[in-house]
C-alpha cells in the first residue's frame, strides 16, 4: 500500500500489485523461492515518470507549452484518472521491454549491473524514496515534489524554510510508529537468538498498520485532529482495463531504465535462491515470466512488479520450496482485497510513511560499504561513488545511466591497460617462472617473456605489440654497443688505437654514455659504452650480454584475440623474422590457438614455435 502511494497512484494500486502479476509469475519463472510484488526504487520510478508525463497530458489538455508548475506540482493537484492511466501504461510498457529482452536472450545484460554499481544505486535512490517520505511523517502542507537534477538540494532548501509548519500530532503518530519499528526490528528480527526461537519475522509492519488503523478510528485522528488518512480503499477486485495506447510512445524510452532496474532486482534475487539451494534458473525466462506479469498486471490497474526482497525472504524462512508459497500469500492478499478493504480507510498515512522509512534503513547503511570497496579496488570503489553521487544529485534516471556509462569506460579501461608482466625464471629452479619484479627472479638470457593479463583486442593491441618493440629496440642498442656493424676490435687493437691518439673527424664532439645493467643468474654485468663523433670505443666486463634471440609470449591468461590483434601479432612475427628473432606462442588455449591458426599468424611461424608451456619454450631455446 505505501509503495502505491509513492508510485503516484492509490494504495490499493500497491495491492493489486502483490496478487495479479503474482499469478502469471508463479506458473512461467523458474527460480523456486522468488516472488513478485511492489519494490522501493522501482515505484520511485515509476512515480517520476507518471508526474512528468502527466503533466504533459494537462498542458495538453489545457492548450498550453509547458507542463502545470514546473514539474513541481504535487500528485494530489493532478487528476487520479490521468494517473491511473500514465500508470498501468508505464507497466505495460515495461512489461514489454522484458519480454522483448527474454525474448532476444539478453537476460546476460545484468552482469553489467555490477555489485558495487547496484549497491551505490539503490543507497543513493533509498534516499529519494525516504525523502519523499518526508512529507507525510512531518504533515507539512503546501511541500512540493520537485522532479530534474538537483531535486533532493531544492527539496530540502523548501523543506528546512517550512519546518515550522510541521503538524505536530502528525510528526507524533509518525514518531510512535517509528520507534516501534526499529526497536522491533533491531531487537527482534536482527537478533540472532531471538530468531533461533521464532525462526519467522515478527510481522510488526502488519500490527503497526492494524492497530494504527484502530488507534485513528477510535481517536479520530483526521476529523479531531487533522492527521490525513487512507480514506479510499475499494473492497473487491477491479474490472480489466484496457491501457490508453496512445500514451504508448511517449514513455517507452522512459521507461526502459525502469525495466532494466527491475529485471536487474529480480535475476539477482533469484540468484541468490538458487545458489543457496543449488539450483539453476534460466535469467532470459525469468525476464519473460516478469515481462508476461506485468503486461498481465496493466489491465487490472497494478503498478510495475519486480523482486520482493521482504516477501521472498519470509516465504523461504517458512520452509517454502515451491511457487505455490507464492500462490497462497496471494490467496491471503485476495482475501484483503475482497473482504477487509474497508477496514483500512482509517489508515494514518504517516504509518506508510513511517513502515518505508525504516524499512530503508538497511539500505541506507549500504553508503558504508565505500569503506570496504576503497581497501579492495579504489576502481570499484569509484564506480560506486559515482554512481551514488550522481543519483543523489541528479536523479533516479540520470544516476543509473551515469553509472552504466562510467562502469562499461572503466571496464573498457582495464581492458585496454591490461597488465603486462614480463617474465623470468625463479633462481635455482628450472621450470618456476614469475614477473621479474620479485628479487628472487632472474630474465633469461637472450629471451624476452611477457604475459598480458585479459584479452588481446583492438584496445590494447597496439600498446601490447608496442611494449614487445619497446624491449627489443632496447635490446637492440644494448646488442649493437658491442656489435655494432664496426668490427668487434680485440684487446689489443683496442690498446693501440687509443695509445695512437688517431681521433676520425667528425661533424659534431656530442659524447652518448649508454649505461645497461642486466640481471642473469645471480651475477648483475655492467656494459659502458662510450660513442664519440660516431667511433665506437668499448670497455666491457668479463661477461658479455647475448644478443636477443627469442621472444615467448605466454598466453595462458590471453582469453581471446581479435581480428585487430592478431594483425599487430602477424606484424610483429614478420618483423621479428627478419630480425632472425624467434616467436614463440606457450601456453594457448584451443580457442586461441585456432584464432592465430585462422589468422595466419601460425602460417609464418614453424608448428615448433608453440609450447605448451613457458617453461618447456625455454627449455628448447
Given at each position: 500500500?505505501?509503495?502505491?502511494?509513492?508510485?503516484?497512484?492509490?494504495p490499493?494500486?500497491?495491492?493489486?500489485?502483490?496478487?495479479?502479476?503474482v499469478?502469471?509469475?508463479?506458473?512461467?519463472?523458474t527460480?523456486?523461492?522468488?516472488?513478485?510484488?511492489?519494490?522501493?526504487?522501482?515505484?520511485?520510478?515509476?512515480?517520476?515518470?507518471v508526474?512528468?508525463?502527466g503533466?504533459?497530458?494537462?498542458?495538453h489538455r489545457?492548450?498550453?507549452?509547458?507542463?502545470?508548475?514546473?514539474?513541481?506540482?504535487?500528485?494530489?493537484?493532478?487528476?487520479?484518472?490521468?494517473?491511473?492511466?500514465?500508470?498501468?501504461?508505464?507497466?505495460?510498457?515495461?512489461?514489454?521491454?522484458?519480454?522483448?529482452?527474454?525474448?532476444?536472450?539478453?537476460?546476460?545484460?545484468?552482469?553489467?549491473?555490477?555489485?558495487?554499481?547496484?549497491?551505490?544505486f539503490?543507497c543513493?535512490?533509498?534516499?529519494?524514496?525516504?525523502?519523499?517520505?518526508?512529507?507525510?511523517?512531518?504533515?507539512?502542507?503546501?511541500?512540493?515534489?520537485?522532479?530534474?537534477?538537483?531535486?533532493?538540494?531544492?527539496?530540502?532548501?523548501?523543506?528546512?524554510?517550512?519546518?515550522?509548519?510541521?503538524?505536530?500530532?502528525?510528526?507524533?503518530?509518525?514518531?510512535?510508529?517509528?520507534?516501534?519499528?526499529?526497536?522491533?526490528?533491531?531487537?527482534?528480527?536482527?537478533?540472532?537468538?531471538?530468531?533461533?526461537?521464532?525462526?519467522?519475522?515478527?510481522?510488526?509492519e502488519?500490527?503497526?498498520?492494524?492497530?494504527?488503523?484502530?488507534?485513528?478510528?477510535?481517536?479520530?485522528?483526521?476529523?479531531?485532529?487533522?492527521?490525513?488518512?487512507?480514506?479510499?480503499?475499494?473492497?473487491?477486485?477491479?474490472?480489466?482495463?484496457?491501457?490508453?495506447?496512445?500514451?504508448?510512445?511517449?514513455?517507452?524510452?522512459?521507461?526502459?531504465?525502469?525495466?532494466?532496474?527491475?529485471?536487474?532486482?529480480?535475476?539477482?534475487?533469484?540468484?541468490?535462491?538458487?545458489?543457496?539451494?543449488?539450483?539453476?534458473?534460466?535469467?532470459?525466462?525469468?525476464?519473460?515470466?516478469?515481462?508476461?506479469?506485468?503486461?498481465?498486471?496493466?489491465?487490472?490497474?497494478?503498478?510495475?512488479?519486480?523482486?520482493?526482497?521482504?516477501?521472498?525472504?519470509?516465504?523461504?524462512?517458512?520452509?517454502?520450496?515451491?511457487?505455490?508459497?507464492?500462490?497462497?500469500?496471494?490467496?491471503?492478499?485476495?482475501?484483503?482485497?475482497v473482504?477487509?478493504?474497508?477496514?483500512?480507510?482509517p489508515?494514518?498515512k504517516?504509518?506508510?510513511?513511517?513502515?518505508?522509512?525504516?524499512?530503508?534503513?538497511?539500505?541506507?547503511?549500504?553508503?558504508?560499504?565505500?569503506?570496504?570497496?576503497?581497501?579492495?579496488?579504489?576502481?570499484?570503489?569509484s564506480?560506486?561513488?559515482?554512481?551514488?553521487?550522481?543519483?543523489?544529485?541528479?536523479?533516479?534516471?540520470?544516476?543509473?545511466?551515469?553509472?552504466v556509462?562510467?562502469?562499461?569506460?572503466?571496464?573498457?579501461?582495464?581492458?585496454?591497460?591490461?597488465?603486462?608482466?614480463?617474465?623470468?625464471?625463479?633462481?635455482?629452479?628450472?621450470?618456476?617462472?614469475?614477473?621479474?619484479e620479485?628479487?628472487?627472479?632472474?630474465?633469461?638470457?637472450?629471451?624476452?617473456?611477457?604475459?598480458?593479463?585479459?584479452p588481446?583486442?583492438?584496445g590494447?593491441?597496439?600498446?601490447?605489440?608496442?611494449?614487445?618493440?619497446?624491449?627489443?629496440?632496447?635490446n637492440?642498442?644494448?646488442?649493437?654497443?658491442?656489435?655494432?656493424?664496426?668490427?668487434?676490435?680485440?684487446?689489443?687493437?683496442?690498446?693501440?688505437?687509443?695509445?695512437?691518439?688517431?681521433?676520425?673527424?667528425?661533424?659534431?664532439?656530442?659524447?652518448?654514455?649508454?649505461?645497461?645493467t642486466?640481471?642473469?643468474?645471480?651475477?648483475?654485468?655492467?656494459?659502458?659504452?662510450?660513442?664519440?663523433?660516431?667511433?665506437?670505443?668499448?670497455?666491457?666486463?668479463?661477461?658479455?650480454?647475448?644478443?636477443?634471440?627469442?621472444?615467448?609470449?605466454?598466453?595462458?591468461?590471453?582469453?581471446?584475440?581479435?581480428?585487430?590483434?592478431?594483425?599487430?601479432?602477424?606484424?610483429?612475427?614478420?618483423?621479428?623474422?627478419?630480425?632472425?628473432?624467434?616467436?614463440?606462442?606457450?601456453?594457448c588455449?584451443?580457442?586461441?590457438?585456432?584464432?592465430?591458426?585462422l589468422?595466419?599468424?601460425?602460417?609464418a611461424?614453424?608448428?615448433?614455435?608453440?609450447?605448451?608451456?613457458?617453461?618447456?619454450?625455454?627449455?628448447?631455446?
Amino acid at each position: 500500500m505505501a509503495y502505491g502511494v509513492l508510485s503516484g497512484v492509490e494504495p490499493i494500486n500497491g495491492l493489486y500489485a502483490s496478487f495479479f502479476p503474482v499469478l502469471i509469475y508463479s506458473c512461467l519463472c523458474t527460480s523456486q523461492h522468488a516472488s513478485v510484488g511492489t519494490f522501493a526504487v522501482t515505484s520511485l520510478m515509476t512515480g517520476g515518470i507518471v508526474h512528468t508525463v502527466g503533466a504533459e497530458m494537462i498542458a495538453h489538455r489545457n492548450h498550453t507549452e509547458t507542463p502545470v508548475d514546473n514539474g513541481t506540482a504535487t500528485f494530489d493537484k493532478m487528476p487520479l484518472d490521468i494517473r491511473l492511466q500514465v500508470t498501468i501504461a508505464v507497466t505495460l510498457a515495461v512489461g514489454l521491454w522484458q519480454v522483448l529482452m527474454g525474448v532476444f536472450r539478453l537476460g546476460y545484460l545484468a552482469v553489467f549491473l555490477s555489485d558495487h554499481l547496484v549497491k551505490g544505486f539503490t543507497c543513493a535512490a533509498a534516499f529519494h524514496v525516504f525523502t519523499s517520505q518526508v512529507k507525510l511523517v512531518f504533515g507539512i502542507q503546501g511541500l512540493e515534489e520537485r522532479y530534474g537534477p538537483l531535486k533532493l538540494v531544492y527539496f530540502y532548501i523548501d523543506f528546512f524554510s517550512k519546518i515550522s509548519q510541521t503538524h505536530v500530532p502528525t510528526l507524533i503518530v509518525s514518531l510512535i510508529c517509528i520507534t516501534i519499528l526499529y526497536l522491533t526490528r533491531v531487537l527482534v528480527n536482527q537478533n540472532p537468538r531471538v530468531m533461533k526461537i521464532i525462526r519467522v519475522p515478527f510481522p510488526i509492519e502488519l500490527l503497526v498498520i492494524i492497530f494504527g488503523t484502530l488507534a485513528s478510528y477510535e481517536l479520530d485522528l483526521e476529523s479531531e485532529w487533522g492527521v490525513k488518512t487512507v480514506q479510499n480503499v475499494p473492497t473487491g477486485l477491479p474490472a480489466p482495463v484496457l491501457p490508453h495506447y496512445s500514451i504508448i510512445p511517449e514513455i517507452l524510452g522512459r521507461t526502459f531504465s525502469l525495466a532494466i532496474v527491475a529485471s536487474a532486482v529480480l535475476i539477482s534475487l533469484a540468484k541468490i535462491f538458487a545458489t543457496k539451494h543449488n539450483y539453476k534458473i534460466d535469467a532470459n525466462q525469468e525476464l519473460i515470466a516478469i515481462g508476461a506479469s506485468n503486461i498481465f498486471g496493466s489491465f487490472f490497474l497494478c503498478i510495475p512488479a519486480t523482486g520482493a526482497l521482504a516477501r521472498s525472504a519470509v516465504q523461504e524462512s517458512v520452509g517454502g520450496s515451491t511457487q505455490m508459497v507464492s500462490l497462497v500469500s496471494a490467496v491471503i492478499v485476495l482475501i484483503v482485497l475482497v473482504a477487509l478493504g474497508r477496514f483500512l480507510q482509517p489508515l494514518p498515512k504517516a504509518c506508510l510513511g513511517a513502515i518505508i522509512m525504516v524499512a530503508l534503513i538497511n539500505m541506507l547503511k549500504g553508503a558504508l560499504e565505500v569503506r570496504n570497496l576503497w581497501k579492495v579496488s579504489l576502481i570499484d570503489a569509484s564506480i560506486f561513488m559515482v554512481t551514488l553521487l550522481a543519483t543523489l544529485l541528479l536523479d533516479v534516471d540520470y544516476g543509473l545511466a551515469i553509472g552504466v556509462l562510467y562502469s562499461l569506460l572503466v571496464f573498457a579501461f582495464r581492458m585496454q591497460y591490461g597488465r603486462v608482466a614480463v617474465l623470468g625464471r625463479v633462481r635455482g629452479t628450472l621450470d618456476e617462472i614469475k614477473p621479474l619484479e620479485d628479487p628472487m627472479v632472474d630474465e633469461v638470457s637472450g629471451i624476452k617473456i611477457f604475459r598480458l593479463h585479459g584479452p588481446l583486442y583492438s584496445g590494447n593491441a597496439e600498446s601490447f605489440v608496442a611494449k614487445i618493440r619497446k624491449a627489443m629496440i632496447s635490446n637492440v642498442r644494448v646488442v649493437s654497443s658491442y656489435l655494432s656493424p664496426v668490427p668487434e676490435l680485440e684487446a689489443t687493437e683496442m690498446d693501440e688505437t687509443m695509445t695512437s691518439g688517431q681521433q676520425p673527424s667528425s661533424g659534431n664532439n656530442q659524447t652518448e654514455i649508454t649505461v645497461v645493467t642486466r640481471r642473469q643468474d645471480q651475477a648483475t654485468d655492467a656494459v659502458i659504452n662510450i660513442v664519440q663523433n660516431n667511433s665506437l670505443l668499448t670497455k666491457a666486463g668479463p661477461r658479455q650480454a647475448k644478443p636477443l634471440r627469442a621472444i615467448i609470449i605466454d598466453c595462458s591468461a590471453i582469453n581471446f584475440i581479435d581480428v585487430v590483434g592478431t594483425e599487430k601479432l602477424l606484424r610483429l612475427v614478420n618483423e621479428c623474422n627478419k630480425k632472425g628473432i624467434r616467436v614463440v606462442f606457450a601456453a594457448c588455449s584451443d580457442s586461441v590457438r585456432d584464432i592465430l591458426y585462422l589468422s595466419g599468424v601460425a602460417a609464418a611461424l614453424p608448428e615448433e614455435n608453440f609450447m605448451s608451456s613457458v617453461s618447456d619454450a625455454i627449455d628448447e631455446l
